[in-house]
């Protein structure tokens, strides 16, 4: 009776174990679309950026996880919340999150649009090696993680240019100091959209949804967990 | 009794309508105050061709422009904003009139630049038609030949306020 006990409590520890670790390789995708109570956003039609957004999120969201079951998505936002500033920035570093993406949108009747940035500013990263603490600023939080933003936004881009190329334009990826991407320490870029309308926005998701799938598996394949 | 109510009461309507006249700028009070003689040094100023830099048609396009150019960098630097402000706002770069309130260049060779109001259409814009505002106007400094290494943007003296942008941080100037 000793022994089955300790064999059940064994297996037990085992599979929680296996379970644990499991949940630490975890992809993490963070998706921040743009607005909240306190800023509606840019006017699409009839509708504000901050509701458009958040449809054009969830879409995304349920298309990703179709292909990648495995994929954790997380929003940050709901509708009615109201973030405080640098909340997404925190939700998205507790959360340990391996890639985090900013998606806007904009009314523009004329040619399909889709641009394209990083958190970038003049200052070098400068790691201190001699303490294991210390305070990083705002604005270097990013650089650790600068390079991969980089090469998945120029990934992205490359994809987009191709997908794009008779119906829209696809402005290179440009690092600027872009509010929403500050603070973030995981690979983070942001995504404009020009669109028409709804159905146009929703369109231009989809598409997006190809384009990123080469993104996300590199990603995944290169084991780029945290 | 009734007089003396009555009187009080004359007086306390003078009295506030005196004040709200003074409030308004109606009535203005000059006092003596010291008088300032200007120094050589801050009206000095020269002739200086400085090229103007402008996003136009999908591509950057430069004007080149005869300046009055002060021999104070402060001073220069605020002539220089203006002009470029008052030029985009003809080219309809911009749909509204935006002046420099103040411009400084610190011993660290930042300028901090102050609008009187945001240069931005908050809900219309795209992110790209603000950055080559910014960076119209920032490339213009740079050729000017000031001794600047990045840019504060302000409105009002207070960083200037955008969802998109961080202007807290400095906008840095491409050697």
């Known amino acids: 009776m000793q022994i089955k006990f300790i064999v059940i409590a064994l297996l037990g520890i085992f599979s929680f174990d296996v379970c644990s670790k499991q949940a630490k390789q975890t992809f993490t995708l963070v998706i921040d679309p743009a607005g909240d109570t306190q800023y509606h956003g840019r006017i699409i039609g009839n509708q504000f950026e901050r509701n458009l957004t ?3 999120a969830e879409f995304l969201k349920k298309e990703l996880n179709a292909i990648f079951p495995e994929l954790r998505i997380v929003l940050t936002r709901f ?40 958190f970038g500013t003049q200052d070098t990263y400068q790691p201190s090696a001699s303490t294991p603490l210390h305070f990083t600023p705002l604005y270097k939080v ?11 936004a120029q990934q992205l ?5 191709v997908t794009l190329k008779k119906t829209g334009i696809v402005r290179a990826p440009l690092a600027v100091a872009f509010a929403p991407l500050e603070g973030i320490a995981c690979p983070a870029f942001a995504l404009e959209l020009s669109v028409k309308n709804k159905h146009d926005a929703l369109s231009m998701t989809s598409e997006l949804v190809n384009a990123l799938k080469d993104v996300i598996d590199q990603a995944l394949t290169t084991q780029d967990h945290a | 009794m009734k007089r003396w109510y009555t009187s009080l009461a004359l007086i306390g309507a003078g009295a506030g309508i005196f004040y709200y006249l003074l409030h308004q700028h109606i009535i203005v009070i000059a006092f003596s105050s010291p008088s300032y003689t200007q120094t050589q040094a ?3 100023a020269s002739k200086k061709r400085s090229p103007l830099f402008f996003y136009k048609n999908d591509s950057w396009c430069q004007e080149a422009t005869d300046l009055v150019w002060p021999h104070d960098p402060h001073e220069a630097l605020s002539y220089l904003c203006n002009r ?11 749909h509204k009139k935006v002046t420099v309130t103040h411009a400084f260049i610190s011993p660290d060779k930042k300028g901090y630049i102050s609008f009187d109001q945001s240069p931005f259409e908050p809900y219309e814009q795209s992110i790209h038609q603000k950055i080559v505002v910014i960076e119209g106007l920032t490339r213009s400094v740079q050729a000017s030949g000031l001794e600047i290494d990045g840019l504060y943007y302000m409105v009002n003296d207070k960083p200037l306020s955008d969802y998109h942008l961080d202007f807290a941080l400095a906008w840095p100037i491409k050697k």
């Open chain 1, 79 to 118: 509708p009615g919340e109201t973030p405080t500033p640098f909340k997404n920035a925190s939700f998205a570093n507790k959360i340990g999150s391996n890639l985090f993406i900013s998606l806007m949108l904009y009314q523009q009747q004329e040619t399909r649009t889709v641009a394209i940035y990083l």
């Open chain 2, 84 to 94: 470029w402000l008052a030029v985009a706002a003809e080219e309809e770069l911009l």
């Open chain 2, 42 to 44: 801050s009206i000095q």
């Open chain 1, 142 to 152: 990013h650089q650790p993680s600068a390079a991969r933003s980089k090469h998945y």
């Open chain 1, 157 to 161: 881009y490359d994809q987009l240019a």
């Open chain 1, 54 to 56: 958040l449809e054009c």
